[in-house]
């Protein structure tokens, strides 16, 4: 295997408080690299007190200079991070690859790019929109004017997961500060790294110490569940799986604060026997092992009109058998390994479970690596099919690389097949027919559906799903109104 860079962090990734990176007193855990399962570093793991202090410290910024900064100016910060992000494009590849193992070339080339178009695109977007004015005349001839404003909630928590660690992040970090609210960003365990270098990244933009603020530490019982209590958090922004989302929502209730939800999901795509075959397999073979099939998006189910069924398993089978596991440092690799060894043990106790009741198209095995990597969490790109509609592996989101191939005979049983799941997040419909794609999708349950395509992303549009895959929406001007609180101001006057 390659040499691995690594980024110019220290070996333990610390808390970021008030403009400093916090002595560490308490425990510490191991950071491991899934590609090769070696130690890369240690996590401190913070908790109450920790979370006390960065409250402490973004209340001081809400009341110093951040809190009187035009909405101008801050944009103006974000665009700067932006810019030094990309600028240290290569510290935050290191990072992002040493946390998650994945392939370089795509942490280099979409996803921490989409790190700085975050910042962008909250900027110009807070920037130019409008405050609303309504007028009216009242019962007696007053000339009434509503405005409504909006103005920071104020300490605000970000969750986030370690699937897409740092766009996921930002997706939060950005319309939050545009919107001139104070963070406390709460990273996964299993991936700190690139939040410690935004810390970096924000103070070195001229970020006032305590706006942006890194608490690490678990969930359940550590950091997480410490900012979730803590009665100054005013909102929590949360990524992650849906019963987390519970617990959270319990924890969340007795202060009764704002939630936003972006969790699980068991995305259906479903093939019309119109569709381009071979655009067809290719694009699912991408939407369901990109990222080793850790993104909330990525296909599980795939439902095929039956005409095409025969050829398109294979088909699909074949193309799974080049996304080849690999050295995430060689241009070639397009699939890096899952993120731990329980998240693989999960994934091989599903694909037993496959391999008993159904059959196994592709993959389904641990791959065998090259040197260097045989220690690290690897698993081939799986296809079953023959499994029951209620099987686990149809029914429970895996969040790897496997899917699960089924035909049908109408559109109204792809349709039935594919809504018959407690999770809404994403769909993709293939056909030719554009109509045919605008029924489908209008009947699809699930906040994103992708026609011919998959994961493209305008950043103005609502992002999240239904049923137990979110609640709330991110995205552009979502994102813009989750993180403020409207203030109507209503003025009468007499203009005779
Ligand atoms: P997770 O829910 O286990 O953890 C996410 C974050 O929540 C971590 O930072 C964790 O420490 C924290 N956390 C855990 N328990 C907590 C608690 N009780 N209180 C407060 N914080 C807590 O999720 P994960 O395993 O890191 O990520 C994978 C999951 O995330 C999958 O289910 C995937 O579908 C989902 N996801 C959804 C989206 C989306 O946009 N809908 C995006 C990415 C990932
Ligand atoms: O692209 C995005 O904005 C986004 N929130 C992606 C989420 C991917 C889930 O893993």
Same mark, same amino acid.
């Not at 950071?31 to 979370?51: D, F, S």
């Not at 995305?267 to 990109?290: K, P, Q």
């Not at 294979?314 to 390994?337: F, K, M, N």
């Given at each position: 295997m390659k040499a691995m860079p690594t980024a110019t962090v220290p070996e333990v990734r610390r808390h970021?408080?008030?403009?400093?990176?916090?002595?560490?007193?308490?425990?510490t855990r191991p950071l491991r690299n899934p590609a090769t399962g070696m130690v890369h570093g240690r996590l401190a793991l913070g908790?109450?007190?920790?979370?006390?202090?960065?409250?402490?410290?973004?209340?001081? $910024?809400?009341? @110093?200079?951040?809190g009187r900064m035009t909405l101008a100016a801050r944009c103006d910060l974000l665009d700067k991070v932006a810019d030094q992000l990309l600028e240290r494009l290569e510290d935050l590849v290191a990072a992002e690859v040493g946390d998650t193992g994945k392939p370089a070339h795509e942490a280099r080339s979409w996803e921490l790019p989409r790190a700085a178009a975050n910042f962008r695109a909250f900027a110009a977007l807070a920037r130019s929109r409008a405050d609303e004015v309504f007028r009216m005349r009242s019962a007696d001839g007053l000339e009434v004017m509503n405005t409504v404003l909006r103005a920071p909630i104020g300490v605000v928590g970000l969750i986030v997961p370690w699937n897409l660690p740092l766009l996921l992040l930002t997706f939060k970090a950005a319309p939050a500060l545009a919107m001139g609210n104070v963070i406390i960003a709460k990273p996964s365990e299993e991936t700190p790294t690139t939040a410690c270098l935004l810390a970096e990244i924000m $103070?070195?933009? @001229?970020?006032?110490d305590g706006v942006f603020n890194v608490v690490h530490g678990l969930g359940a019982g550590g950091a997480g569940e410490a900012l979730v209590r803590h009665p100054e958090v005013r909102a929590?922004?949360?990524?992650?799986?849906?019963?987390?989302?519970?617990?959270?929502?319990?924890?969340?209730?007795h202060g009764l604060k704002a939630l936003s939800f972006e969790l699980g999901g068991k995305n259906a795509a479903i093939v019309l026997e119109d569709a381009d075959l071979e655009a067809a397999v290719a694009g699912t073979a991408r939407s369901a092992f990109l990222n080793t099939g850790q993104v909330c998006l990525c296909t599980e189910r795939v439902y095929v009109a039956r005409p095409l069924y025969e050829t398109f398993v294979a088909r699909l089978a074949e193309e799974a058998s080049r996304w080849v596991p690999g050295d995430p440092w060689q241009l070639g690799t397009r699939l890096g390994p899952v993120i731990s060894e329980g998240q693989r043990e999960r994934i091989r106790r599903y694909a037993a479970l496959a391999a008993e009741s159904g059959?196994?198209?592709?993959?389904?095995?641990?791959?065998?690596?090259?040197?260097?990597?045989?220690?690290g969490w690897w698993f081939a790109p799986t296809v079953w099919t023959d499994l029951g509609e209620d099987h686990p592996c149809v029914r429970e989101e895996v969040f790897g690389p496997v899917c699960h191939v089924a035909p049908f005979d109408t559109e109204e049983d792809a349709l039935k097949m594919a809504n018959a799941s407690p999770y809404g997040l994403a769909g993709v419909v293939w056909t030719r027919d554009l109509e045919r794609a605008m029924r489908v999708s209008r009947r699809l349950e699930a906040g994103l559906t992708w026609v011919n395509s998959w994961y493209l992303r305008d950043l103005r549009t609502p992002f999240g799903g239904v049923k137990a895959s979110g609640i709330g929406r991110e995205g552009g001007v979502w994102s813009l109104d989750f993180f403020s609180e409207t203030r109507t101001i209503c003025v009468p006057w007499d203009e005779s």
């Amino acid at each position: 295997m390659k040499a691995m860079p690594t980024a110019t962090v220290p070996e333990v990734r610390r808390h970021f408080i008030g403009g400093r990176w916090f002595e560490e007193t308490g425990k510490t855990r191991p950071l491991r690299n899934p590609a090769t399962g070696m130690v890369h570093g240690r996590l401190a793991l913070g908790g109450e007190a920790e979370v006390e202090a960065a409250v402490r410290a973004a209340r001081a $910024a809400l009341e @110093g200079p951040w809190g009187r900064m035009t909405l101008a100016a801050r944009c103006d910060l974000l665009d700067k991070v932006a810019d030094q992000l990309l600028e240290r494009l290569e510290d935050l590849v290191a990072a992002e690859v040493g946390d998650t193992g994945k392939p370089a070339h795509e942490a280099r080339s979409w996803e921490l790019p989409r790190a700085a178009a975050n910042f962008r695109a909250f900027a110009a977007l807070a920037r130019s929109r409008a405050d609303e004015v309504f007028r009216m005349r009242s019962a007696d001839g007053l000339e009434v004017m509503n405005t409504v404003l909006r103005a920071p909630i104020g300490v605000v928590g970000l969750i986030v997961p370690w699937n897409l660690p740092l766009l996921l992040l930002t997706f939060k970090a950005a319309p939050a500060l545009a919107m001139g609210n104070v963070i406390i960003a709460k990273p996964s365990e299993e991936t700190p790294t690139t939040a410690c270098l935004l810390a970096e990244i924000m $103070a070195e933009a @001229g970020l006032p110490d305590g706006v942006f603020n890194v608490v690490h530490g678990l969930g359940a019982g550590g950091a997480g569940e410490a900012l979730v209590r803590h009665p100054e958090v005013r909102a929590i922004a949360f990524t992650g799986e849906s019963a987390t989302g519970r617990s959270i929502m319990a924890t969340a209730s007795h202060g009764l604060k704002a939630l936003s939800f972006e969790l699980g999901g068991k995305n259906a795509a479903i093939v019309l026997e119109d569709a381009d075959l071979e655009a067809a397999v290719a694009g699912t073979a991408r939407s369901a092992f990109l990222n080793t099939g850790q993104v909330c998006l990525c296909t599980e189910r795939v439902y095929v009109a039956r005409p095409l069924y025969e050829t398109f398993v294979a088909r699909l089978a074949e193309e799974a058998s080049r996304w080849v596991p690999g050295d995430p440092w060689q241009l070639g690799t397009r699939l890096g390994p899952v993120i731990s060894e329980g998240q693989r043990e999960r994934i091989r106790r599903y694909a037993a479970l496959a391999a008993e009741s159904g059959t196994v198209r592709a993959g389904g095995v641990v791959p065998v690596m090259s040197e260097g990597l045989e220690g690290g969490w690897w698993f081939a790109p799986t296809v079953w099919t023959d499994l029951g509609e209620d099987h686990p592996c149809v029914r429970e989101e895996v969040f790897g690389p496997v899917c699960h191939v089924a035909p049908f005979d109408t559109e109204e049983d792809a349709l039935k097949m594919a809504n018959a799941s407690p999770y809404g997040l994403a769909g993709v419909v293939w056909t030719r027919d554009l109509e045919r794609a605008m029924r489908v999708s209008r009947r699809l349950e699930a906040g994103l559906t992708w026609v011919n395509s998959w994961y493209l992303r305008d950043l103005r549009t609502p992002f999240g799903g239904v049923k137990a895959s979110g609640i709330g929406r991110e995205g552009g001007v979502w994102s813009l109104d989750f993180f403020s609180e409207t203030r109507t101001i209503c003025v009468p006057w007499d203009e005779s």
